[in-house]
């Protein structure tokens, strides 16, 4: 760990710690996103949430540690889905590839004799 940095660079708690406040500025963009998108007022979610208004102002701030019940019911409440992913950091040698990914289906029939295979690059062919 370098003692000069700001931030506690390498340490794994702090790492840790950061990760999950991004997750929660992420969260709540989320929400603010899908809120202006709706059309819906901050009073009508409440409303359609059963909760205060002061709820949703404390979530679309980041302040709410909100489930990922919550986080699926709000977006719900506003007309959308919630889709998780990840990622590797970007620093991660393993980042260029993840695994398996679930292509759009082929719309052109596999090679006669021949099956649909998985590139590396995570195309299929």
């Known amino acids: 760990m370098n003692e000069e ?9 702090y790492d840790a710690v950061y990760a999950q406040e991004a997750a929660m500025i992420d969260a709540s963009e989320l929400l603010a996103t899908a809120l202006e ?18 709820e949703i102002t404390d979530r679309l701030k980041g302040e709410r540690n909100i489930t990922i ?6 977006l719900h409440a506003l007309g959308e889905r919630l889709v998780l992913n990840s ?5 991660d040698p393993r980042s260029r ?5 679930f292509p759009e289906k082929p719309t ?9 295979i998985r590139e590396e690059s995570g195309h299929v062919r």
């Open 5 to 13: 940095a700001v931030f506690p660079i390498g340490d794994t708690h």
């Open 37 to 54: 998108t709706s059309g819906i007022s901050r009073a009508e979610l409440a409303r359609r949430l059963g909760v205060s208004r002061g």
């Open 69 to 74: 019940r919550t986080l699926a019911e709000t």
């Open 87 to 91: 990622e590797l950091p970007r620093t």
């Open 97 to 101: 590839d993840r695994g398996w990914r």
């Open 108 to 116: 052109t029939p596999a090679p006669r004799g021949g099956a649909w």
